[in-house]
């Protein structure tokens, strides 16, 4: 017997607390579409950002190493679906909504351009005339405008939710963009279990790969509190080089003992709180989603750690310095010379030529084209446009 889309919204209502997301309240889409027979809204979402050209491009974009430095590192399609399991372990942890849980998850990245925070601090540096670059906004540009997949209106037509989420995705190096709607301060309770999941998966993923690549060494670690605490606890010696089935069971305990704090604080917060619905999660003063002061602390050190000794090495510099090169000069020339771009740009560029919008500016729609490059595409294309010995 088939379980139609009523009877998984009714499940929702009985199984879901209080204060999750369900999907027969959304708010909808912009643009009206009839409901589908078997799957719910946010069902429906999630499947439309897996489908999109920016979700497969993800594929080679990369976190914090060029692809070009190995294929084995983490990109931002394997980021992805990290936050998304740690997601939804934790949405249903909590009993909140683990489609819509799992459709921000699946989206909070698709406007990173390549080359990680380095390329968008490079194409922010090159649009602070033209309002500026950031990866949020992109990415709801993505699924507003830029992605055409319906012959009746632009982008994904996504509901408010989901696009909200994305609005406001927030960690250390990620800002929330500011919704229209000012009674909704804060995201739903999906919406900050993606930003501690983000958190919880670029923390522990960066540091795998960063022992892996040999940029740090387990030594350095050794006062750090968090790695101490575990390495302790499964009585490995880390003074020494670390195998690799230690390495992964380090990182398999830290991510278990990461979201079990994280459940364990928010359950309390929740209580603590009495919030009954979506939007008193929305009124309160502070997110709820949280760990504990002593994981908070663990986690800023390491943060420090990270940020000083793996982000701020020479190697990962120098692929930071070779970025911002490679897309400062291609930004320039296609600027130039927009004969070079493929027609459908070159379409797009006519027509922001004779638009007052400073959303559709000749600047903005050579970003979304870099912006959307993957790694890649950007070095093939760098090398046709300025090596004289390599094919066009």
Not at 246 to 253: A, N
Request: aromatic share 8%; with cysteine.
């Amino acid at each position: 017997m088939i379980l139609s889309r009523e009877e998984m919204e009714q499940q929702e209502i009985e199984r879901l607390a209080p204060y999750a997301m369900k999907s027969r309240h959304t708010r909808g889409r912009e643009y009206p579409e009839e409901e589908h027979a078997y799957r719910t809204v946010y069902q429906r979402d999630r499947d439309r950002i897996l489908h999109t050209t920016a979700f497969r491009r993800l594929e080679y974009k990369t976190q914090v190493f060029i692809t070009s430095e190995g294929d084995y590192y983490r990109t931002r399609l394997t980021h992805t679906l990290e936050v998304a399991q740690i997601g939804r372990t934790v949405a249903r942890a909590l009993r909140a909504n683990e489609d819509l849980t799992e459709a921000i998850c699946l989206a909070h990245d698709l406007g990173h351009g390549p080359f990680g925070h380095s390329g968008e601090a490079t194409l922010n540096t090159l649009m602070k005339n033209h309002g500026g670059f950031d990866h949020n906004l992109q990415s709801l540009r993505i699924v507003e405008k830029l992605e055409k997949r319906f012959p009746d209106f632009d982008g994904l037509n996504l509901s408010w939710e989901v696009r909200e989420g994305i609005m406001k995705h927030e960690t250390e190096y990620d800002c929330p963009a500011t919704l229209a709607d000012t009674l909704c301060r804060r995201g739903t309770l999906e919406c900050q279990i993606v930003n501690a999941a983000d958190e919880i998966a670029y923390i522990t993923s960066d540091l795998d790969d960063g022992l892996r690549s040999g940029l740090l060494l387990p030594q350095q670690l050794k006062e750090v509190g968090l790695w101490r605490e575990i390495t302790s606890a499964l009585n490995v010696d880390a003074t020494t080089n670390l195998s690799e089935m230690d390495r992964h069971r380090i990182i398999r305990r830290m991510i278990g003992c990461e979201v079990t704090d994280l459940v364990a604080e928010t359950d309390k917060r929740l209580r603590e709180s009495h919030v009954g619905s979506p939007d008193d999660i929305r009124a309160l003063p502070e997110n709820v989603v949280a760990h504990t002061p002593a994981m908070q602390r663990y986690n800023r050190e390491m943060k420090d750690f990270l940020y000083h000794n793996l982000y701020r090495h020479w190697r990962v510099m120098r692929m930071a310095n070779k970025a911002q090169r490679l897309l400062s000069r291609l930004f320039r020339l296609y600027l130039a010379e927009p004969w070079l771009l493929p027609w459908q740009v070159q379409e797009r560029l006519m027509r922001a030529r004779s638009s007052d919008d400073i959303q559709e500016s000749p600047e903005r729609v050579v970003c979304d084209y870099l912006a959307g490059m993957t790694d890649r595409f950007a070095q093939q294309e760098y090398q046709k446009l300025f090596d004289p010995l390599e094919r066009v």
